[in-house]
């Protein structure tokens, strides 16, 4: 693929589906819940905040904005495994920044499990592989120059009571050359499954990088 071929691909396959995924997220209307497939947890939202109540109750369990605020109310969404004894709450946590946090229920408690983008090492290295790969290919050889233009981490959907598909992206753009007046942009978008231990944890099974036709394909899915 060319470096003009990847700018326009970074563009419309990731900044336009994306913000029409955002946009989706907000269309939520206050107050309107996201119940669990047993109906027995609702998640809630309103101007302040975004919670995960008992069915009936209006007492928060969890604050699920109680870092990021207003950036969970607008943006976050909850995917629920079949069971309803797990789930992932996806949202933008910064300006060019999407993670995902993971959730388990012990006995009667909501408990957080490793978080998305922390615990997925080896779709890191597939990330970071691929970055490099890109970067050697553009003749790019002064690296501070390398700036970011989007990250994403998040869950797609459960497979099954323990297991999910989650997509990674991380898009970026480089000056070549100091001479250069615009920037070169390049990126990794990888899937990839984790299951779940049972034990407060999980762990990645499978990992792919995308190619530019199945990312778009992805993208443009998610963003229905």
């Known amino acids: ?15 336009l589906p994306l913000a029409g995924w955002l946009v989706a997220q907000t269309e939520q209307p206050e107050g309107h819940p996201s119940v669990s497939p047993d109906k ?4 809630r939202v309103s101007k302040e905040s975004a919670v ?3 069915a009936g109750s209006e007492e928060p369990l969890v604050d699920l904005s109680e870092e990021i605020g207003g950036l969970a109310v607008e943006t976050g969404k909850v995917v629920w495994a079949p069971d309803s004894r797990r789930f992932a709450f996806n949202t933008r946590k910064g300006g060019k920044y999407y993670g995902c946090e993971l959730y388990e229920l012990k006995g009667t408690t909501w408990e957080q499990l490793p978080q998305l983008e922390a615990n ?12 490099a790969k890109e970067l050697k290919r553009l003749g790019a050889t002064n690296h501070g120059r390398v700036n970011s ?3 994403q981490w998040r869950v797609r959907r459960w497979l099954d009571d323990d297991t999910f598909e989650a997509y990674a992206s991380e898009a970026n753009r480089v000056l070549v050359r100091e001479s250069d007046d615009e920037p070169e942009y390049f990126g990794c978008a990888v899937l990839f499954r984790a299951k779940c231990d049972n034990r407060g944890g999980w762990k990645v099974t499978t990992s792919r990088v995308l190619s530019d036709a199945e990312n778009r394909k992805i993208v443009e899915s998610d963003d229905q």
């Open 1 to 15: 693929m060319t470096a003009n071929a990847v700018k326009r691909y970074l563009s419309v396959a990731l900044s």
């Open 120 to 131: 997925a090492e080896p779709v890191d290295q597939l990330i970071e592989r691929s970055l």
């Open 40 to 43: 027995q947890w609702e998640y």
């Open 149 to 151: 233009v989007m990250t």
């Open 52 to 54: 995960l109540v008992k």
